[in-house]
């Protein structure tokens, strides 16, 4: 996650704010409560602008379009794959060309370095889009020898309409991740964005409709908890893919489970960075400082706990924290700047008492502490040391782990999947594993009047 910052395009400081509705059937619609939300900017928590806010009814009204454009005979059921590969290749080429301009509204309304957001989120947006495209006509299933005077295959079918309900700490990815898979298997899909970053994916929207996808094969409904548990009822909907805590998780899972539908679930975690004494001391240092640190701290795979062999503990305790203290805090827009603000003053007070909780219960402390600056919603780069296994500082979120990285951290591929064990979540995404979430495997077999084996 280092990028030479000079390299990257000025951004768009004031990026204009061009759709704030609902997006059902390739239209720009109102609320039908007339219902809004403000989503601000929390570098200095001012409003940006209000947004239609979806309710049950607009819910209602988005799955079936999804529906109607699932319809056997409906242009997107009748299209061929590869040309389902060739529209998610011109949404991504339609992200390139608004790079910028997605980065800086990223940075907007999500506080992540724009920097950040331009190398890191939209290079990853783009490279998944394209990854996905390509499955469009490889997801294909077998012929199997049965047994007796039958022909037998598998058709992949695409699961059906399907909800997708994602978090803020990545907009703009966790949005890719989801309609990639979901396009290519021919699925066709209601979004809700999470209700602190609804902007990148309205405008993702608009970039749907411009690529040419049918009307109802994406839908986009900014919105809360309440659109997206509509969302998990609704007896429409077949799949609910979802990332976010592994409480709403719980509850999703058991809303899904009256219906039986199709549920993939990418939850927190706490994850472990275990350094070991032979190790280049300052690259690890780097390491487990970027594994923390990036994007606030606001990953599912934050390394928050990081274990260090005896020999090496306090040389790496020390480095740590001067590491910390060089941390750029501040402006997002800002080149220089290496952490922005947290996503609201929620998050920003549930980290402001786990800091709390760490002094109390006896930790060391040894860089940050506290809320950096008067305005906005940033915190200072913390460290603590002398931690026991028990303070909710090594504690809070879970632990068998999904991916392991050996002798690096935070590695990511479009073809390797990614997803947790246990309460970190059920099911995978990317590779392809990715896309097995949106295929129902259909067996045909065929009476034959003669068998040649
Ligand atoms: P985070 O802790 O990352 O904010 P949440 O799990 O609270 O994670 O939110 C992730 C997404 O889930 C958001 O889009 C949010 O609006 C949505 N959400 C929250 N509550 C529910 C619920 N009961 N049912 C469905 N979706 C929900």
New binding site residues.
């Given amino acids: 996650a280092k990028y030479s910052a000079s390299a990257a395009p000025a951004p768009q400081t004031n990026p204009e704010i061009l759709y704030t509705g609902l997006f059902i059937n390739n239209e720009w619609v109102k609320a039908s409560d007339g219902k809004t939300f403000k989503t601000e900017n929390p570098a200095n928590g001012k409003v940006i602008t209000e947004v239609q806010q979806a309710g049950k009814a607009d819910v209602d009204k988005a799955v079936k379009a999804a529906k109607d454009a699932f319809k056997l005979g409906s242009p997107w059921r009748s299209m061929d794959a590869s040309q389902r590969g060739f529209l998610i290749n011109k949404l991504a080429d339609l992200i390139e060309r608004d790079r910028v301009y997605l980065a800086s509204l990223e940075t907007l309304d999500n506080g992540k370095p724009y920097t950040a957001a331009y190398y890191g989120d939209l290079a990853a947006v783009v490279k998944n889009l394209r990854y996905y495209a390509g499955w469009a006509d490889k997801n294909h299933g077998m012929t199997l020898p049965t047994d007796g005077k039958y022909f037998a295959y598998t058709r992949h079918e695409p699961v059906g309409v399907c909800g997708q ?5 990545f907009p703009l990815l966790m949005a890719a991740w989801k309609l990639g898979p979901a396009l290519a298997s021919g699925c066709t899909l209601i979004m ?5 970053t609804p902007l990148t994916a309205l405008y993702i929207a608009q970039l749907v409709k411009e690529a040419g996808f049918p009307p109802g094969v994406v839908n986009m409904l900014p ?7 509509a ?2 009822d609704h007896p429409d909907v077949d799949k609910i893919a ?4 592994t ?3 719980k ?2 899972q058991r ?1 899904a489970a009256s219906s039986l539908k199709r549920i993939t679930l990418e939850l ?1 975690g706490k994850s472990p960075n275990i350094i070991l004494g032979d190790v280049d001391l300052e690259k690890a240092v780097e390491a487990a400082h970027t594994a923390l640190f990036y994007n606030m701290g606001q990953c599912c795979t934050a390394g928050s706990r990081t274990f260090v062999e005896d020999k090496i503990y306090d040389k790496f305790v020390e480095l740590s924290a001067e590491r910390a203290k060089r941390r750029v805090v501040g402006d997002p827009f800002k080149p220089e700047v290496e952490q922005g603000p947290q996503i609201d003053s929620e998050q920003h007070g549930k980290i402001l008492s786990l800091i709390e909780s760490g002094k109390q219960q006896g930790a060391k402390l040894v860089a940050g502490g506290g809320r950096a600056g008067d305005v906005g919603y940033f915190v200072q780069p913390t460290v603590f040391s002398d931690v026991k296994d028990d303070m909710d500082i090594a504690r809070t979120e879970k632990i068998r782990a999904g991916t392991v990285w050996v002798n690096d951290y935070n590695i990511f591929g479009n073809q390797v999947p990614f997803g947790g064990f246990k309460q970190s979540g059920i099911g995978r995404e990317n590779g392809p594993y990715g896309i097995n979430n949106y295929t129902e495997v259909k067996a045909v077999v065929v009476k034959l009047t003669d068998k040649n084996s």
């Fill in positions: 309900i994602i978090p803020w700490n809700k964005p999470a209700e602190q919105g809360f908890g309440d659109a997206g548990a969302l998990v979802f990332t976010g805590s409480e709403v998780g509850k999703i809303g927190g």
